[in-house]
């Protein structure tokens, strides 16, 4: 009777990356996939991020126990990592936790039960089978581990371990398998991205080496640093044509006062001048960003210059979250606690400003043309969703088209997360102005 297995992924992409390679991992074991209400093991693989996210690693732990037929549990990611041995004492029916270092040794963990949260010095790359090339039309690809920023509100430099960068050959053969299997869109995945390097070859180096893969339409990365945008990825948005005209980069907060306190290492100031020099590389790029609102000490005047950003750079999406004190980060023990409920009015202030700029930004792309990647059926009958390339969600019903395709689409109307499309053949005459 062949053994199963079914991971469940909080967080991040880089944990979706993770338990991608985990499922690979087991079923070279002889596992095969299955639902979690059936697998023979679970492994939940968990984020730290937030306290409300640590918690629900909890309250699966508990749900799984009562299963008929308990599985195996394994907890792995940061919570495994910043709790290890701790996530047994409190949770006994929990068999394995294993760090996001270390999960290439799962399978013998299996064996014995316990607990590893080592930072290997071996990659565990280098221990895993061959990446499965049938990732679909869009895939993800870590090429970057770890963070060496120390931001003070920040549990990852704990949990994940200090800057690791995978071998740029390494990563070309993987990113050509996942052409060679269907991918036409990949997203180079690392907590500091930009801050790759291996030998001579930097984050834009790695970028042209994987655009010029044959059957590659489209290259996103993320998730970036300020600190660490440099000219040569700079220059990149404006000469690699397959690099989508998109940016995630966090700025946390907009008053330079914070940002010091945060330990950002970059100011408003210069924050803004790196978006000057983005706009003047690629004109049409769309900018994303990440926000934290009630920082401890963050005064009404600090929150202001944190929306005037918003509304200046004109961000076509942002994610904001109120502070939640993290155990062990410097800002958890920081004076100026800022209240739950001023909290949750500066939260809504801000989620407001940052509505406000993303329908601006989808209805100034009314009335152009663009090619949409199919990725998710719609909510009536022939409608599919899509990601322009400006990562906007695109709605077109095309009854002919599949998910997976590239098609051309105009763009006829605006919504704050999504715009409508109807789909064109790439010669019909545009509506109104060309599009990019
Ligand atoms: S840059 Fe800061 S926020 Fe981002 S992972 Fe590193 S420490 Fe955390």
């Known amino acids: 009777m062949t053994a199963t297995y079914h991971v469940k992924t909080f967080g991040c992409q880089m944990n979706v990356y993770d338990s991608e390679r985990i499922g690979e991992l087991l079923e070279a074991e002889g596992y095969a996939p299955a639902g979690i209400d059936t697998a023979d093991v679970v492994v939940l693989n968990t984020c730290h991020i937030r306290e409300r996210a640590a918690e629900k690693t909890y309250s699966d732990v508990g749900r799984l126990r009562t299963r008929p037929a308990a599985p195996r549990i394994v907890v792995a990611g940061c919570v495994a990592q910043a709790e290890g041995a701790e996530i047994i004492a409190r949770a006994p029916a929990v068999d394995v936790v294993v760090g996001p270092n270390a999960y290439h040794r799962l399978p013998a963990l299996l064996a014995t039960g316990g607990v590893d949260t080592e930072m290997p010095p071996e990659p565990k790359f280098d221990a895993l089978p061959p990446r499965r090339a049938t990732a679909g039309h869009a895939a993800f690809l870590t090429v970057q581990e770890g963070c060496d920023k120390f931001c003070t509100f920040c549990v990852v430099p704990y949990t994940r371990g200090g800057e690791v960068s995978r071998p740029a050959e390494a990563l070309v053969a993987e990113a050509r398998a996942l052409v060679a299997g269907g991918a036409k869109e990949i997203t180079l995945l690392g907590q500091n991205v930009n801050a790759y390097r291996d030998g001579e070859v930097t984050v834009a180096g790695l970028i042209r080496r994987i655009a010029a893969l044959p059957g590659l339409a489209r290259l996103r990365y993320t998730t970036s640093h300020p600190r660490d945008m440099a000219d040569?990825?700079?220059?990149?948005?404006?000469?690699?044509?397959?690099?989508?005209?998109?940016?995630?980069?966090?700025?946390?907060?907009?008053?330079?006062?914070?940002?010091?306190?945060?330990?950002?290492?970059?100011?408003?100031?210069?924050?803004?001048?790196?978006?000057?020099?983005?706009?003047?590389?690629?004109?049409?790029?769309?900018?994303?960003?990440?926000?934290?609102?009630?920082?401890?000490?963050?005064?009404?005047?600090?929150?202001?210059?944190?929306?005037?950003?918003?509304?200046?750079?004109?961000?076509?999406?942002?994610?904001?979250?109120?502070?939640?004190?993290?155990?062990?980060?410097?800002?958890?023990?920081?004076?100026?606690?800022?209240?739950?409920?001023?909290?949750?009015?500066?939260?809504?202030?801000?989620?407001?400003?940052?509505?406000?700029?993303?329908?601006?930004?989808?209805?100034?792309?009314?009335?152009?043309?663009?090619?949409?990647?199919?990725?998710?059926?719609?909510?009536?009958?022939?409608?599919?969703?899509?990601?322009?390339?400006?990562?906007?969600?695109?709605?077109?019903?095309?009854?002919?088209?599949?998910?997976?395709?590239?098609?051309?689409?105009?763009?006829?109307?605006?919504?704050?997360?999504?715009?409508?499309?109807?789909?064109?053949?790439?010669?019909?005459?545009?509506?109104?102005?060309?599009?990019?």
């Open 232 to 436: 040569d990825l700079i220059a990149a948005h404006g000469e690699v044509e397959v690099l989508m005209p998109y940016l995630h980069l966090p700025v946390q907060s907009g008053s330079t006062r914070v940002l010091k306190a945060m330990n950002r290492a970059h100011t408003r100031d210069s924050y803004l001048r790196i978006l000057d020099r983005l706009r003047a590389a690629r004109p049409d790029i769309a900018l994303s960003g990440d926000f934290i609102v009630g920082f401890p000490g963050e005064t009404d005047a600090d929150f202001a210059e944190t929306v005037r950003i918003v509304r200046e750079v004109g961000y076509a999406q942002a994610y904001s979250f109120k502070y939640s004190a993290r155990p062990g980060t410097p800002a958890a023990s920081l004076p100026g606690q800022v209240p739950e409920d001023v909290k949750d009015a500066r939260l809504a202030e801000l989620q407001a400003a940052i509505g406000d700029c993303a329908l601006a930004f989808n209805r100034a792309s009314v009335g152009t043309r663009c090619d949409v990647l199919l990725d998710r059926p719609g909510r009536r009958p022939g409608q599919l969703i899509g990601k322009s390339p400006w990562l906007q969600s695109v709605v077109v019903t095309d009854p002919a088209a599949r998910i997976g395709d590239l098609v051309p689409v105009d763009l006829t109307d605006a919504q704050p997360n999504s715009l409508t499309g109807v789909p064109v053949t790439r010669t019909d005459p545009p509506l109104t102005r060309a599009a990019a």
